[in-house]
């Protein structure tokens, strides 16, 4: 009887390590295909691949990273606002999730981050987007003092100096009476946290394009179309790319 139990007992285990294994290997399986439709611009196809991951495990950190940038991504070209605030939304529960999972993973800060910065797009009350515009800086800040060079967390704070500077934020008087309290350097921290950006990712062209604009606005044509030159002759790594390099041809054909 006893051999019978260890036997049953020893095949129940196996059992279950061959079904931790196909789990693995489908994981595996999606995260390749999620990588190589992202590689082909399908950011939909790729966001449905990361969700599948996330549902067979949710504590996968990456994958609901990714789910927060894609919807964040997708949701940004979308013209009704209601549907770019549904896509926001959905974006800050996984980027929540990540953070929840791992609060001194710096991708799951820069999350955060970029999901706030997204809702500051969206949002109607004063209050709500003054919060958002503080929490940008507070995740920025946390993902950066865990990774230095994170590129995209490098690229988010110096943008959030650069729209205090220039963005309808400071219509807001919540905003406003904020900025009024912080120290004035807004203009030279953009373009040092972008610089550091352009450093850590030499092929991020958002960071190029909103560069250029810190310099153009700093009245600084030089630096301004250096940037722009190298945009320009940058590979297309997103959907967006194509777009963003054809915004700094025509603004590089403005300057010259």
């Given at each position: 009887?006893?051999?019978?139990?260890?036997?049953?007992?020893?095949?129940?285990?196996?059992?279950?390590?061959?079904?931790?294994?196909?789990?693995?290997?489908?994981?595996?399986?999606?995260?390749?295909?999620?990588?190589?439709?992202?590689?082909?611009f399908d950011e939909a196809g790729a966001l449905e691949k990361y969700k599948q991951i996330v549902s067979a495990d949710s504590?996968?950190?990456?994958?609901?990273?990714?789910?927060?940038?894609?919807?964040?991504?997708?949701?940004?070209?979308?013209?009704?606002?209601?549907?770019?605030?549904?896509?926001?939304?959905?974006?800050?529960?996984?980027?929540?999730?990540?953070?929840?999972?791992?609060?001194?993973?710096?991708?799951?800060?820069?999350?955060m981050a970029l999901v706030a910065a997204k809702k500051t797009e969206v949002e109607d009350d004063n209050k709500k987007v003054?919060?958002?515009?503080?929490?940008?800086?507070i995740y920025a800040d946390k993902a950066l003092a865990v990774n230095p060079n994170h590129a995209k967390a490098n690229y988010?704070?110096?943008?959030?100096?650069?729209?205090?500077?220039?963005?309808?934020?400071?219509?807001?008087?919540?905003?406003?009476?904020?900025?009024?309290?912080?120290?004035?350097?807004?203009?030279?921290?953009?373009?040092?946290?972008?610089?550091?950006?352009?450093?850590?990712?030499?092929?991020?062209?958002?960071?190029?394009?909103?560069?250029?604009?810190?310099?153009?606005?700093?009245?600084?044509?030089?630096?301004?179309?250096?940037?722009?030159?190298?945009?320009?002759?940058?590979?297309?790594?997103?959907?967006?790319?194509?777009?963003?390099?054809?915004?700094?041809?025509?603004?590089?054909?403005?300057?010259?």
């Amino acid at each position: 009887m006893f051999n019978s139990y260890f036997t049953k007992a020893f095949t129940a285990i196996i059992f279950l390590f061959l079904m931790v294994q196909v789990s693995a290997q489908d994981k595996n399986l999606l995260l390749k295909e999620a990588k190589d439709l992202e590689l082909k611009f399908d950011e939909a196809g790729a966001l449905e691949k990361y969700k599948q991951i996330v549902s067979a495990d949710s504590s996968d950190i990456f994958s609901l990273e990714k789910c927060a940038e894609l919807n964040c991504s997708i949701g940004e070209r979308q013209r009704d606002k209601k549907v770019k605030a549904t896509y926001f939304n959905t974006a800050e529960v996984y980027a929540q999730n990540a953070y929840q999972q791992n609060s001194n993973d710096a991708d799951a800060c820069y999350a955060m981050a970029l999901v706030a910065a997204k809702k500051t797009e969206v949002e109607d009350d004063n209050k709500k987007v003054l919060e958002d515009v503080k929490q940008i800086k507070i995740y920025a800040d946390k993902a950066l003092a865990v990774n230095p060079n994170h590129a995209k967390a490098n690229y988010i704070l110096g943008k959030w100096h650069f729209e205090l500077i220039h963005s309808s934020w400071l219509k807001r008087g919540e905003i406003k009476r904020f900025y009024n309290a912080i120290p004035d350097t807004q203009i030279d921290s953009a373009a040092y946290y972008m610089e550091k950006s352009r450093v850590a990712d030499p092929y991020y062209a958002l960071d190029y394009l909103e560069l250029a604009k810190v310099y153009q606005y700093n009245h600084q044509p030089a630096k301004a179309i250096d940037v722009l030159n190298k945009l320009v002759k940058l590979p297309n790594r997103t959907f967006d790319d194509a777009a963003i390099k054809e915004e700094g041809k025509k603004m590089l054909a403005e300057m010259q």
